[in-house]
């Protein structure tokens, strides 16, 4: 199976392409561009949440763990709910489905790239949802058809 390496790699190329296509559609804010591209470099990590020990579940892990702290002090009592249930609930279904269980699937790339669309407001067509999904599906077909590498 592919490491992180090789997953990175394709989020890499897909985020080259956003950037291109970004540029195609004239997309100029340079946050657009920063963003899309870390969205495509994390969506291909993204479906190894499942696994206990993939550098995505610690990233997440330490990321939700500052974010609820910023919300604390600020006294955002509902972010803090919010984040810390999703975050709850995606390691609790990642425990019952296992590796390449449910966050292996297009319904996982789906689910995970529709919140994505609150980033679309900069062009007509919505590249980072698109980009993101893109990302997400190369992970999974990555799984599927190249068998080197460790996990």
Known sequence: MPNYKTHLTFGFVIGIIFIVAGLYFKAQEIPFFIIGFFICL???LLPDIDHPGAWIRRLTTYA???AIFCFALVKNTNYIL???GSTL???IVAEITGHRGW???VTAAIVFSLP???FTDTVKIPLIPVSGFLSYLSHIVAD???KEGDQ
Do not use: D, G, P
Request: hydrophobic residues 70%.
């Open 103 to 105: 966050f292996h699937s």
């Open 82 to 84: 919010i984040l810390s």
């Open 42 to 44: 994390v969506y291909s």
């Open 144 to 146: 599927k058809f190249i």
């Open 64 to 66: 939700v763990l500052a």
């Open 89 to 91: 609930f995606i390691f």
């Open 116 to 118: 994505l669309i609150f």
